[in-house]
């Protein structure tokens, strides 16, 4: 049962490493260009909401229902947006393979004290 926790501390080991300096400023990169362009989508979808009506048959009021329910779909697009990048790279079909492979490459070290068995739990 111990196969566990040395297969964690195996994998800590390999993947555990900090960030190179250079990487860590693209990330961040990214992430701001990521954000900025949601933030304007949003905005502009947020002043699009307030539109005056946009004939007699667009919603009740003084507000075009036309316009809050686009406002809402692109809402609702910025949020999923961060969803789909995080269900694309949380393959985990694609995951569980790297593991068993580094499970079975490390199991071939007998020194590493990991044994093969410790894949069962990914089925």
Do not use: W
Request: negative net charge; proline residues 4%; hydrophobic residues 40%.
């Amino acid at each position: 049962m111990d196969s566990v926790p040395r297969f964690l501390q195996a994998y800590d080991d390999v993947f555990d490493k900090p960030m190179h300096q250079g990487m860590r400023l693209i990330s961040a990169a990214c992430a701001h260009h990521r954000l900025a362009c949601a933030r304007d989508k949003y905005y502009d979808a947020l002043g699009y909401a307030d539109s005056p009506r946009q004939g007699d048959l667009d919603g009740r009021g003084n507000l075009s229902e036309k316009a809050l329910t686009a406002s809402v779909d692109t809402f609702l697009d910025v949020c999923l947006d961060p969803v789909q990048v995080l269900r694309q790279l949380m393959n985990l079909d694609e995951m569980r393979r790297h593991i068993e492979g580094l499970v079975h490459f490390r199991a071939a070290d007998k020194s590493s004290g990991l044994r093969a068995e410790a894949i069962v739990p990914l089925h």
